[in-house]
């Protein structure tokens, strides 16, 4: 049995947001039912590619439907009536035009739970603005501080704003599945990549309200603590925590410059953040005479927090990926045997589980619609 086995989830979604939120609630069992524009589909086939796609449309099923077509729009109300959840990334306005705003909706359900993620969300002035997550880390604050201090604008090098925004939007869904058990109705949710993105802003602006300065880029390192950042070794960079005065002795010691600890310029960590450029050179000076895997073994055994950086290759060749089922096997009915990442939670009564690769457009229609009697 899995956590949320007997949830069906319609979702009217494309590209980022709306898919991963979908598969997130997939991954824990909801029957999730794609649903998709004939002969186009998710607009991610055909900009981004089949490859894409299947990295955020796992375990869905996936039926083909024109919602300006009025016998198609009679099959979702259909769909709608006996459905958990509705999800959906229009443009605000767009789902009324097709008539499948919440007002409408919830005449059909009053139970439903009907889940929105759009740029800026449903109300305020940049409402109507289109949403792609590059716009949302800019002006989200994000990317003001991203990058190496001086240096040209930077986007984090992941969509956070993107997986955010689905990723609170299943917190909401899951919130409001809770909620309805208690009231019996359903209600709606909305939230936005803008917001994804700026509720990650917690220590910038805690920064911000306590001092008074604008945060600023810091490359790697850490914003309210040193030395915390990645760090050059002989043959790549090493990563290393040691951001209190315990484990900034530990660290000085295992690499063999045991007087940083008592240098006036990085006597406790108001003036290691004060100096930290020279801290810098200082601690690689030592870390740029051995190679990244002895550092990494001599800073744990030391018991310094420590890692190695690496690139999308090396993680997903590391044995601790396969231990922890993180990249997982899949067979498409197309494109043979591919691979996608694991489920990231582990629940230990009602795991998740990856049951099948993301659908071929409309692959699922005729099971479906069988399903609705038709």
């Avoid at 220590?203 to 915390?228: D, I, K, M």
Wanted: glycine letters at 10%; proline letters at 7%.
């Amino acid at each position: 049995m899995s956590a949320l086995e007997g949830v069906r989830v319609i979702e009217l979604t494309q590209i980022m947001a709306g898919p991963f939120c979908g598969q997130v609630l997939a991954d824990q069992g909801a029957d999730v039912i794609k649903v998709e524009p004939p002969e186009t589909g998710d607009q991610t086939r055909r900009s981004m590619g089949e490859s894409a796609f299947r990295a955020v449309n796992r375990n869905k099923r996936s039926i083909a439907l024109d919602l300006k077509d009025p016998e198609d729009q009679v099959t979702l109300m259909r769909l709608v009536k006996d459905a958990d959840v509705l999800l959906e990334n229009y443009r605000p306005g767009v789902a009324k035009k097709l008539g499948a705003d919440y007002a409408t909706l919830r005449e059909v359900n009053p139970r439903l739970i009907y889940a929105s993620i759009s740029g800026f969300g449903q109300t305020g002035p940049y409402a109507q603005r289109p949403g792609f997550d590059l716009i949302a880390q800019g002006m989200s604050g994000v990317m003001s501080v991203t990058g190496e201090p001086g240096g040209n604008p930077v986007k984090a090098g992941v969509p956070v704003s993107d997986l955010c925004a689905g990723l609170f939007c299943a917190i909401g869904i899951l919130s409001a599945l809770h909620a309805r058990e208690r009231t019996g109705e359903g209600q709606q949710i909305d939230t936005s990549l803008w917001e994804g993105a700026m509720a990650l802003t917690v220590w910038e602006t805690a920064e911000l309200w306590s001092t008074g300065n604008v945060p600023q880029p810091l490359g790697s390192a850490h914003r309210l603590s040193a030395p915390y950042q990645a760090l050059r070794t002989r043959d790549g960079y090493i990563t290393v925590g040691g951001n209190t005065q315990r484990l900034y002795a530990r660290l000085c010691e295992a690499i063999g410059r045991p007087e940083l600890i008592d240098d006036p310029r990085f006597t406790d960590n108001p003036q290691r953040m004060a100096n930290r450029p020279e801290l810098v050179v200082e601690l690689e000076q030592a870390l740029t005479t051995r190679d990244t895997g002895e550092w990494v073994d001599t800073l744990l055994a030391a018991g310094v927090p420590a890692g190695p950086l690496h690139d999308v290759q090396q993680v997903v060749d590391d044995p601790h990926t396969k231990a922890r089922e993180m990249v997982v096997e899949m067979q498409h009915p197309e494109a043979g045997t591919v691979y996608g990442l694991g489920i990231p939670v582990k629940l230990s009564a009602t795991p998740g589980s990856v049951r099948r690769p993301a659908p071929l457009l409309g692959q699922h229609t005729a099971e479906i619609l069988a399903e609705l009697g038709e």
